[in-house]
C-alpha cells in the first residue's frame, strides 16, 4: 500500500508563493505518473498539474500556465508544485495523486493513490 501526505499548505496573500510537498511512502514506488488536483467548496476536483515519474514530462491546467510549476525527487520520493503569484480563485484543498498505469493525465479516476489534501487559502 501507498501512502501519499502533503504538506505546505497556508494562508497566503494575493501574489504570493507557497511551495506545496507530497511524501509518498509504503511499497517500492514506482508510479507512471504523479499530479495535483484542487477542489474548491461546492465544486469538482480538478487537474492543477502532472508530471511523468520516469521520463519528468509535465502538464498543467491552463488556469495555473506559467504560474505553478510540478517537480519530482525520484530519490525521495516526493513530488512538488511551487505555486507563484496566486490569486484568490486558486483557494482549494489541494490533492496529491499517484497512479500505477498510463492513461489521461487529466482524470481524477485514472489515479490510485490520494493523499488526505492541504488547504490553500489566497486573500484580495
Known amino acids: 500500500q501507498v501512502q501519499l501526505v502533503e504538506s505546505g499548505g497556508g494562508l497566503v496573500q494575493a501574489g504570493g508563493s507557497l511551495r506545496l510537498s507530497c511524501a509518498a511512502s509504503g511499497r517500492t514506488f514506482s508510479p507512471h505518473r504523479m499530479g495535483w488536483f484542487r477542489q474548491a467548496p461546492g465544486e469538482e476536483r480538478t487537474i492543477v498539474a502532472a508530471v511523468r515519474w520516469s521520463f519528468g514530462s509535465t502538464y498543467y491546467a491552463n488556469s495555473v500556465k506559467g504560474r505553478f510549476t510540478i517537480s519530482r525527487d525520484n530519490a525521495k520520493n516526493t513530488v512538488y508544485l511551487q505555486m507563484n503569484s496566486l490569486k484568490p480563485e486558486d483557494t482549494a484543498v489541494y490533492y496529491c495523486?499517484?497512479?500505477?498505469?498510463?492513461?489521461?493525465?487529466?482524470?481524477?479516476?485514472?489515479?490510485?493513490?490520494w493523499g488526505q489534501g492541504t488547504q490553500v487559502t489566497v486573500s484580495s
Open positions: 495523486a499517484a497512479a500505477v498505469y498510463s492513461g489521461s493525465y487529466y482524470y481524477s479516476s485514472n489515479y490510485d493513490y
